[in-house]
């Protein structure tokens, strides 16, 4: 009998009474009346045609933009459920969208950049195409998730954690910049001392000096003249004896576009200069290329390099 209650209750939830008889059959039985509630809230609904697939690529996809909180919605895979199924899944959506709430998640396009306070007063500068997320619960941990380059200037206070795919940077109170491009990863210490962890060694960082993923170890520039703050905060790229692939990323990022080189190019060219970010992309180009005697061709949002 129970057994019967709940098949014509699942029937009725999934649109597959045969008759209109048949389902006022169920309003009169004691099974409706038991599970009034629940049935009549579905009743008249009707169920929505949608491309599961391309709904989740979108969910994988959807970034925030700049200062607004992240929210993602699940889509009902089935919309209406026999009542046992409805239960587990709105169980499974309430804790989903409890953890999401707890999150703030950032994102710059390219050639943007924006500012970000947060709730401790420390700041952070986002460079073009980054992500940023850290957890609204700042008091139990300052901790920040980035991928891409940013610069933190750190309120005194509880230990401050910068975590990148590559490596982690902690501080207590100070300026740092943190730069993570696939598999490059360099942290410049501004002021105070920083810690960087990677690959399992950590690295002390006093003012003036950086850590590079390429070279390994830590390497001193006290006594070099430098800026107060990077330079891609003022709009400026600078480059002192940077290699071509590092050079033709930061170029990318700015102008959103692809560089391919030549096989036969010398991928251990070195390039001295700058640009400014409100240049043409044809002048950056031209001024690369005249310095590394490099000849270019551009289709579309491609750009082939070779050497003259």
Known sequence: MEKNKINSIT????????????????????AYSEFKDIIELFDGVKGVNYDED????????????????????????????????????????????LGMRNNLEYNTLAGESVQIALPDASKVWLNAKSELAYNKD???????????????????????????????????????????RQDFFEVYCYEGTVSVMHKGK?????????????????????????????????????????????VVSDISIQYDIEFIM?????????YTGKYNYNDTLEDVLNVLCQSLNLKYTKKGKRIYLNEM
Do not use: C
């Open 262 to 270: 030549n096989s036969n190019l010398n991928i251990n060219l070195e």
């Open 138 to 180: 700042w008091k139990t941990s300052r901790a920040i998730d980035l991928k891409g380059e940013g610069y933190f200037e750190v309120a005194k206070g509880k230990t401050f954690t910068v975590k990148t795919p590559y490596g982690t940077v902690t501080v207590l109170g100070t300026k740092f910049n943190v730069k993570q």
């Open 54 to 97: 391309k709904v989740l690529r979108k969910l994988d996809s959807a970034r925030l933009k700049p200062s607004i909180e992240h929210k993602k919605v699940i889509p009902l895979y089935k919309k209406w459920l026999p009542i046992a199924a409805a239960a587990s899944l709105l169980l499974f959506v309430s804790v989903y969208f």
């Open 11 to 30: 029937k009725f939830l999934d649109f597959e009474f045969s008759s209109v008889e048949e389902k006022e059959a169920l309003k009169a039985s004691d």
């Open 202 to 246: 950590e690295t002390i960082l006093k003012a003036n000096s950086f850590f590079n993923s390429k070279v390994l170890e830590k390497n001193s520039q006290q006594g070099h003249a430098i800026n107060e703050k990077p330079y891609w905060i003022e709009g400026i790229s600078v480059f002192e004896n940077a290699p071509i692939d590092q």
